[in-house]
């Protein structure tokens, strides 16, 4: 039986943190350390989950503060963590962030906007993410590849895009992964396009690099990971 993905629900942060994490691990967040890293730098990890990307930032030197707007995911870094200090976990919403102007090296938006349901909060994200940026600091997203995901390059993730989906803006869909044990998570998205993100970050005075991550296992891409800068 598939789990569908709610935060909100503690088994399923449960099951999520057992057979997700470990995928992402191998597929993504190693790609994202590397981009973000910078010993000493204050980094912003918002939308982060269990943590797990914030924990490898804070290992290698990063100033970490790490937010969720998931009571969930509060408990579970309560269980794990404790007082950490160093990732800083707090509750928080990225569309109205709890922090002075110009207090971050680095934004980290990791494979938050697919959940976010309207343009306009996907714009009001990123300028939120810009307000708390310093001059010259760095926003990086990451989405899925979806039109690499639609062509069923990558095996088990799979990708189901309802009747009379054609790629446009805020489209609804599903992907999913099954393991070999059976089990199968299904997560509700959102597409934004190249040119939503693209445009958006340009209005906003980043000056943007694209990167596609491969997927070693099947050389595809399986997701695009923006490294944007904001200008001074």
Known sequence: MARVSTYDNPEFIRAYVDNIVPYLSRTLYGHVVGVVVSE?????DAGC???EVAESL????CRVHAIDNSAQWQDYWRREYGNSTNPKYDRGNILDMAFRDRTFDTVLLNMVLLNVPTARRVEESIAESRRVLKP???LVITDLDLPSLARGLLGTRKVVLPTGFHFMEGDPYETGLQFGDGRKFV????YWP???YTSLLAKYGF???ITEIINREFM????LLFEARKDT
């Open 207 to 209: 000056s943007t690099e």
């Open 220 to 223: 595809a891409p399986e997701y």
């Open 187 to 190: 997560f509700r998205n959102v």
């Open 49 to 51: 989950g269990n943590g």
């Open 136 to 138: 010259n600091g760095r």
């Open 58 to 61: 804070a290992s290698k030197g």
């Open 40 to 44: 000493g730098s204050r980094v912003l």
């Open 194 to 196: 190249l040119h939503t």
